[in-house]
Structure formats: structure tokens, C-alpha cells
């Protein structure tokens, strides 16, 4: 795979310290170090792929051997032309938001089927403009109670650089999680 083609950086999975004094398996319990507890953390990628259609067998193989469960994939180059079926990957559901006005651009995140439910939040959508597409996650393995009932992500591409543009996107991100917050 060539690094200049597909750029990645991956969240690690993570512990945290328990509240509920389960161990972690394998610790010894004369141990007097704090007892802890593993929080599931999705393993997520964010890649520049510009043009997904002919990179998806590299894209493919990169999701299945490092067991990625979220994919942010921004310029995918798609159009409303090209079905969901070109570009489908096994074990992988995918939402797309394709730029409509001109070429290039375009994001979908890829979620990996492993009995998470998720949505596509239509309504922190503004224009087209911005291209965002926000998606609420609820996995199976999120810490229950009050702490995490869903994830709230966002796949975003911003390509223009101008003082007026950058206000626009920061304004709109903003008014979009104070909405959903």
C-alpha cells in the first residue's frame, strides 16, 4: 500500500480506571495497584483517499487487517450516479454525503456491522456548502448508565481557506453540536 495514497491515524483502544471493581483478566489479585476496568473504544481511521471507486480493494484491505470499526473517508470523489453497491465492503455499512455543485469532494463514513445501530442526523445538515455528515452511533459495547448512551461523529471536508469560509464552518459546527448536545 502505498503511504502517500492512504494516509490513517488510528485510536488506539484505551483503559480507563473502574468504578465498578471489575479487573482486568489476567491481573494478579494479590496485586495492590488500583483495580481497572476496560471501556470498549471504537478503533477509528480518518483518510484523504481522493477517489474511493478505484482505491477500494486498497481501502478494503486496509479496514479488514487492522480491524477498524469506524472509517472517515473524505474525497471520495463520488456522484449520485454511482450506486452504493461499487463501492459496498463486506461487513461494512456505509452513508454517503457526494458533492453535488462540482468534482472531487465528497465523505462517508464506513461502520463496521458488529450490531451497532446507527442513524444519519439529517437535521444538522444545512446547505451545501458544508459538506458534514453527522451520524449517531449506539454500540453494544458502550459503558452504560449516564456516562455514554451514543456517539455523535462527524466526517468533514473543508476545503476552502478564506476568513469568511472558515467562520462559516466553525459557526455551523458549533451551532450543530450545541443542537445535538
Known amino acids: 500500500m502505498a503511504r502517500d495514497v492512504f494516509h490513517s491515524t488510528v485510536v ?3 483503559q480507563a480506571p473502574s ?10 489479585p494479590s496485586d495492590q495497584s ?9 478503533k477509528i481511521t480518518v483518510s484523504n483517499v481522493m477517489s474511493l471507486a478505484p482505491k477500494l480493494v486498497e481501502v478494503q484491505e486496509f479496514l479488514l ?23 459496498d465492503m463486506p461487513g461494512y455499512s456505509i452513508i454517503r454525503r457526494d458533492r453535488m455543485s462540482s468534482d472531487h469532494g465528497g465523505v462517508c463514513p464506513y461502520i463496521k456491522e458488529n450490531g451497532s445501530r446507527f442513524k444519519q442526523l439529517q437535521e444538522l445538515s444545512c446547505c451545501d456548502d458544508h459538506e458534514v455528515l453527522w451520524v449517531q452511533l449506539r454500540s453494544n459495547r458502550l459503558p452504560r448508565g449516564n456516562r455514554f448512551s451514543s456517539l455523535i461523529v462527524a466526517v468533514v471536508y473543508h476545503s476552502h481557506w478564506t476568513e469568511t469560509e472558515n467562520s462559516s464552518m466553525r459557526e455551523y459546527l458549533f451551532r450543530s453540536i450545541s443542537v445535538c448536545c
Open 12 to 14: 488506539k483502544y484505551l
Open 34 to 42: 488500583p483495580q481497572r476496568s476496560v471501556f470498549y473504544t471504537p
Open 65 to 87: 487487517r487492522t480491524q477498524v470499526d469506524l472509517a472517515f473517508i473524505i474525497e471520495t470523489w463520488l456522484k449520485t450516479t454511482i450506486a452504493n453497491t461499487v463501492v
Open 19 to 28: 468504578r465498578d471493581g471489575v479487573r482486568v483478566s489476567g491481573q494478579n
